[in-house]
């Protein structure tokens, strides 16, 4: 979900943990099959999003992009490869894609590729992100408020209003995939849709080597060392 950094640690985190749903990025993705179920993937579909940080006003706005890119099988069971965009501030974009089971929302694996290097996939374990059961938890703290128009940079939307005990709300439509998300405002960001995707493919290219955390940690301990 740019350079070996802390960025990329939190945004591996992030989709490796279904239970992190105030990941350190600002993507709430995994919010949104937990409030309505609506986890509908097609291949090409996506959504753009424009993420707008209230605790850090002079911060610009960050822009992020899902899509499912792909359909696969995972031990006979339907799985959609969710790919997820964000652009760095430095220039490029950064990429991760993540294989996910329809009918039980279970993460398989996890590929990333950060602007002008090779795609590297991340150590994942099976059935890791079932054993927290915070997702599921998180379902009793929203509630549904009812049917409202919304309109948005990307056209107007039937949506379904919910909200948490927290004071988070979320509009969702049926029309948008991959979750549904028209609209969230929560007390540390605001996000609106910008643009429905038709044509969504796949940016993550070239072969893929296997990830080494202690390499990234010796980079990032270099990153760190002030220039002689």
Known sequence: MPRISAMLMCLGLCLLSAASSRA?????????????????????????YQDTRRN????????????????????????????????????????????????????????FQQPGQQ????????????????????????????????????????????????????WTSDQVTPFGAVKEVNASSSKVLLKVISDAQDHITGPVKQFDPQQMMQQMQKQRQPPN
């Not at 150590?123 to 054993?131: C, E, L, R, S, V």
């Not at 128009?149 to 990307?154: E, I, K, L, Q, R």
């Open 56 to 111: 850090a006003p002079n911060d610009s706005p960050t822009t992020e992009e899902l899509s499912i890119v792909a359909k696969d099988t995972v031990d006979g069971k339907e799985a959609y490869w969710m790919e997820v965009a964000r652009a760095e501030k430095k220039g490029g974009t950064m990429y991760a894609k993540v294989l996910i089971t329809k009918d039980d929302f279970q993460f398989h694996r996890m590929v």
């Open 24 to 48: 350190q990025l600002g993507m709430s993705i995994f919010e949104k099959p937990t409030i309505a179920s609506l986890f509908h993937p097609v291949v090409g579909g996506g959504a753009v």
């Open 119 to 170: 795609a590297m996939e991340m150590p994942f374990h099976p059935g890791q992100n079932a054993k927290d059961n915070t997702v599921a938890k998180n379902l009793d703290n929203w509630h549904q408020l009812g049917t409202e128009s919304v309109t948005v940079p990307a056209g107007t939307f039937s949506c379904q209003h919910w909200k948490s005990d927290s004071g988070s709300e979320v």
